[in-house]
T-cell receptor
Framework: DTGVSQDPRHKITKRGQNVTFRCDPI?????LYWYRQTLGQGPEFLTY????????KSRLLSDRFSAERPKGSFSTLEIQRTEQGDSAMYLC?????????????FGPGTRLTVL | KQEVTQIPAALSVPEGENLVLNCSFT??????LQWFRQDPGKGLTSLLL?????REQTSGRLNASLDKSSGRSTLYIAASQPGDSATYLC???????????????FGTGTLLAVQP
């Protein structure tokens, strides 16, 4: 499978715990994005990487959230001290910068439930 | 601030019918507009991407149009099938003069049900 993969697919945790999600983009894609989607809503942009550099962060990304892409390949999204409001689907997407506008390819998502 | 709206929120049609989904956006300064499909509990599948300089794109039974000046796009689905049942999302990539990131701003989607 050469698509975007995410792990785990589902995560249930108790309030206050830390969680970490992983995203493996399509190989050779240099751009990687994280989005969050709540029930009945469209995805909301969280952050964006160009290679290993984090170039943009949404105001939605509070201090409890941190994302990394250490070698410009896979990325991790960590949420510290989870709250019930963090329950959502976390989507990762990747794209190839061709110098023109490009198509983002999405992974299957990680569904987080905070009890 | 760019806002994307999709109408209707839900649509049910009999199999074989042609249908149109609507998307509107408040700021015409965009790089492109994309239509996605999302099946329940799943990720997004890109259907069509229209560059800001283009008027329409076609793929099989799907045709998407873009009128940037009026802030509107439509997705036309011909001869609908039960397998087309899904949520259809419209997203724009805002033009950022400080440096493009190609982040997407999504609408809330149209839930389509095609009845056999």
């Amino acid at each position: 499978d050469t698509g975007v993969s995410q792990d785990p697919r589902h995560k249930i945790t108790k309030r206050g715990q830390n969680v970490t999600f992983r995203c493996d983009p399509i190989s050779e894609h240099n751009r990687l994005y994280w989005y969050r989607q709540t029930l009945g809503q469209g995805p909301e942009f969280l952050t964006y990487f160009q290679n290993e550099a984090q170039l943009e962060k949404s105001r939605l990304l509070s201090d409890r959230f941190s994302a990394e892409r250490p070698k410009g390949s896979f990325s991790t999204l960590e949420i510290q001290r989870t709250e019930q409001g963090d329950s959502a689907m976390y989507l990762c997407a990747s794209s190839l910068d061709t110098g023109r506008t490009d198509t983002q390819y999405f992974g299957p998502g990680t569904r987080l439930t905070v009890l | 601030k760019q806002e994307v709206t999709q109408i209707p929120a839900a649509l049910s049609v009999p199999e074989g019918e042609n249908l149109v989904l609507n998307c509107s956006f408040t700021d015409s300064a965009i790089y492109n507009l994309q239509w996605f499909r999302q099946d329940p509990g799943k990720g997004l599948t890109s259907l069509l991407l229209i560059q800001s300089s283009q008027r329409e794109q076609t793929s099989g039974r799907l045709n998407a149009s873009l009128d940037k000046s009026s802030g509107r796009s439509t997705l036309y689905i011909a001869a609908s099938q039960p397998g087309d049942s899904a949520t259809y999302l419209c997203a724009v990539s805002p033009r950022n003069y400080g440096g493009a990131t190609n982040k997407l701003i999504f609408g809330t989607g149209t839930l389509l049900a095609v009845q056999p």
